[in-house]
């Protein structure tokens, strides 16, 4: 059940999700304003690349609003981008400074109090985007039906690059195919961009990140969907396995109350992202710890003399040399150890 599962739903989903139409009306001369929100802690080494890649867009610049919210940084992030904005007077920029450290998401709907763009892009502050990145997403916001988006991710530097990015292709693959068959539940902050009209609605909850603002308005009837011609690159940074924990951590939180959530303000709505959701819960939620039982159990009956159990183990062993199989197994690793920690703790603010 552990391997089958997710086998047969990523090859159904590519099969009969990822070559359908995506039933959006999109128009490329569609262009809105945009506020880009940016949320810095102790940024200043990738900042200023940041604030260039955003000005290299090949998007209107005159149609572009920069907001950065600092979470209280240290490292004189400010300066740098002060600096910036000294040298390119051009750009319609603000900058709000939090008292205290608040976390992403609180920080967010601060700076979406000052935002004046009819849609609104959320930006890690580490991460490149493609230079059409933005003038690739407006297009699908030009149907109403679309509330949220997110981009396809690769990472570009940091010690386990390669094998996060076999994990990514896999993980691009089925976001994308779940897109088309209404929304997907994962998102990444790296790139973000919401309909400000929603984006306001929305009820700050204690516990809320990227992925859980994206599947509260995929449950209010909106699609929340991640595209395959908006591209996002992050650097791997810090402690990698501490990194995966973190996220797993707010993504198990996700599935553990965003759909209680939406029905709890009275917005929940049937679509057919209840299907998508289901299968993506099982995965998250309940599939790492079939693999742990299964593990328990075969190292229990080894001891017991089954030489069947002895057989299996030892392949599961063997196969752990394959990049793909082993890619596999720590991301359930990791998503076990973030369910054992979010019974005690569950960072919102984090040190880099």
């Known amino acids: 059940m552990h391997f089958s599962v997710p086998i047969v739903y990523f090859l159904y989903a590519r099969t009969n999700w990822l070559k359908k139409n995506w039933n959006v009306r999109m128009d490329k001369s569609y262009k809105p304003k945009l506020t880009v929100i940016v949320p810095t802690y102790n940024e200043r080494e990738y900042i200023k690349k940041k604030l260039d890649n955003i000005y290299e867009q090949n998007y209107p610049l005159e149609l572009i609003e920069i907001i950065i919210v600092d979470d209280c940084s240290t490292d004189k992030t400010l300066d740098v981008v002060d600096?910036?904005?000294k040298k390119n007077p051009s750009v319609n920029a603000k900058v709000i400074v939090e008292q205290e450290r608040?976390?992403?998401?609180?920080?967010?709907?601060?700076?979406?109090?000052?935002?004046?763009?009819?849609?609104?892009?959320?930006?890690?502050?580490?991460?490149?985007?493609?230079?059409?990145?933005?003038?690739?997403?407006?297009k699908y916001f030009a149907d109403l039906v679309v509330g949220a988006l997110t981009?396809?991710?690769?990472y570009y530097a940091g010690k386990f690059t390669d094998t996060e990015n076999i994990y990514r292709d896999f993980y691009n693959t089925i976001r994308v195919a779940e897109s088309k068959a209404h929304s997907t539940p994962i998102h990444s902050g790296v790139f973000q961009m919401f309909r400000k009209d929603i984006l306001e609605k929305i009820p700050l909850h204690p516990k809320m990140e990227d992925s859980f603002l994206a599947s509260y308005i995929a449950f209010t009837g909106y699609r929340a969907i991640q595209v395959d011609d908006v591209?996002?690159?992050?650097?791997?940074?810090?402690?990698?396995?501490?990194t995966k924990i973190r996220r797993a951590q707010h993504n198990i939180v996700t599935f553990l109350q965003a759909k209680k959530y939406a029905k709890e303000k009275s917005v929940y709505l049937p679509t057919?992202?209840?299907?998508?959701?289901?299968?993506?819960?099982?995965?998250?939620?309940?599939?790492?710890w079939l693999l742990l039982v299964c593990a328990i159990l075969l190292v229990t009956s080894v001891f017991y003399g089954s030489l069947i159990a002895l057989i299996l183990l030892g392949v599961g062993l063997m196969l752990l040399v394959l990049k793909v199989y082993r890619t596999w197994v720590l991301q359930q690793l990791y998503l076990i150890m973030a369910a054992i920690r979010n019974l005690w703790t569950r960072e919102i603010t984090w040190n880099k």
Do not use: Q
Request: charged share 25%.
């Open 151 to 154: 981009a396809s991710l690769k």
């Open 102 to 138: 608040k976390g992403k998401i609180k920080s967010i709907f601060d700076a979406l109090k000052h935002a004046t763009g009819s849609l609104i892009v959320i930006t890690d502050a580490d991460s490149l985007l493609d230079k059409n990145a933005f003038m690739n997403a407006v």
């Open 231 to 242: 591209w996002a690159y992050e650097p791997l940074r810090g402690s990698y396995i501490k």
């Open 83 to 85: 600096e910036w904005f």
């Open 272 to 288: 057919p992202f209840e299907k998508i959701w289901r299968m993506e819960w099982w995965l998250y939620i309940i599939n790492p």
